[in-house]
């Protein structure tokens, strides 16, 4: 498989809308599908990684074609929208690594240097 950019896969999303899908869908339909799609997502991730399981003689659905999905449809409103996802990207991770370059590593529940060690992260428990 090729390797592509940010803008690549926006292009080719672009493209890809105007060829088979006519058009953009309206950005709220746009945003209804990508709550869709991150459901789908969160359906897999709590019957693998959580206490739900898959129905029995139902196929395991594919995390990775759902993840793309995700991605397809943020793309979709990004390119509707005039996003540079590449840009925002970019941003956003300074943004992060500005916010957030001592806070995990002060995080006792991340060091494992927490007196109550919970490395689930429940909550309930102080
Ligand atoms: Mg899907």
């Known amino acids: 498989m090729s390797k592509m950019t940010i803008l690549e896969y926006q292009e080719k999303v672009d493209e890809w809308v105007k060829t ?4 953009y869908f309206s950005e709220l339909t746009n945003l209804g599908i990508l709550m869709e ?3 789908e997502v969160a359906r897999i991730m709590t019957r693998t990684y959580g206490e739900q399981s898959f129905k029995e003689g139902k196929s395991k659905p594919d995390l990775a074609d759902e993840l ?6 943020a793309v979709c409103i990004a390119n509707q929208t005039g996003v540079d996802l590449n840009a925002a990207l970019d941003k956003n991770l300074e943004k992060k ?8 590593w002060n995080n006792p529940k ?3 240097k927490s007196k109550n060690n919970n490395p689930a992260g429940d909550r309930t428990k102080p």
């Not at 088979?20 to 058009?23: D, L, S, W």
């Open 68 to 73: 793309a999905d995700v991605l397809f449809v």
């Open 20 to 23: 088979y899908g006519v058009r």
């Open 37 to 39: 799609e991150v459901g």
């Open 97 to 104: 690594r500005l916010r957030d370059k001592e806070r995990h």
């Open 110 to 112: 991340l060091t494992g």
